[in-house]
């Protein structure tokens, strides 16, 4: 089934270290993107790519950095400068070309948590 | 200025009666859609429902459709005949035309609460 997989579902850091969310899909979609989400609130953009190789700072990109080296993979990678890392983080894809209706498809999301 | 806006935190509904969540949007694009997704509390986040700015007819899936009135901006999603599995958060999310990075901007969240 075509779809995207986020792993690990649960992430537990640290202080000071780093951890990577991954994300893969293979939807064959163009555009890929990261989202925070805290408790009760909506959903805030930290980066997105449309293309391998290139990526975009979203809303909330501090602390934060990614890659794109694949067009299946879109790696988060939570760094020791983002001071307030416990939240639910979900990562969608999308078409970029085509009809205007296409939505962005997600994946069931990572709980990150400090020890 | 907040571009989605959902007034409603929460809402409790009688389980089988029709629902209306409140979504108004700001933008000075003539050509933008609108969608609504579900969440929810397992995480996921679910598509349900697109709204294209020149569309003539309120959109319909199944039990949601969409109360689209353009010169109000608004977007509400109404479900019909309300089930225990409908509870859940919804958002609205609007992509501007104009950006041409696709982007979508969300609203902060409708939690809905389905009563038997």
């Known amino acids: 089934d075509g779809g995207i997989t986020q792993s690990p579902k649960y992430l537990f850091r640290k202080e000071g270290q780093n951890v990577t969310l991954s994300c893969e899909q293979n939807?064959?979609?163009?555009?890929m993107y990261w989202y925070r989400q805290d408790p009760g609130q909506g959903l805030r953009l930290i980066y997105y790519?449309?293309?391998?190789?290139?990526?975009q700072k979203g809303d909330i990109a501090e602390g934060y950095s990614v890659s794109r080296e694949k067009k299946e993979s879109f790696p988060l990678t939570v760094t020791s400068a983002q001071k307030n890392p416990t939240a639910f983080y979900l990562c969608?894809?999308?078409?970029?070309?085509?009809?205007?209706?296409?939505?962005?498809?997600f994946g069931d999301g990572t709980r990150l948590s400090i020890l | 200025a907040q571009k989605i806006t959902q007034t409603q935190p929460g809402m409790f509904v009688q389980e089988k009666e029709a629902v209306t969540l409140d979504c108004t949007y700001d933008?000075?694009?003539?050509?933008?859609?609108l969608f609504w997704y579900k969440q929810p509390s397992s995480g996921e986040m679910i598509f349900l429902i697109y709204?294209?700015?020149?569309d003539e007819q309120n959109a319909t899936e199944g039990r949601y459709s969409l109360n689209f009135q353009k010169a109000r901006k608004s977007a509400n999603l109404v479900i019909s005949a309300s089930q225990l599995g409908d509870s859940a958060m919804y958002f609205c999310?609007?992509?501007?035309?104009?950006?041409?990075?696709?982007?979508?901007?969300w609203g902060a969240g409708t939690k809905l609460i389905i009563k038997p």
């Open positions: 969608a894809s999308s078409n970029l070309h085509g009809q205007a209706n296409q939505p962005q498809h």
């Open positions: 939807l064959n979609h163009d555009a």
């Open positions: 790519s449309q293309i391998v190789n290139d990526f």
């Open positions: 933008t000075s694009d003539q050509s933008y859609g």
């Open positions: 709204q294209g700015s020149y």
């Open positions: 999310a609007m992509r501007e035309r104009e950006d041409s990075n696709y982007q979508l901007i």
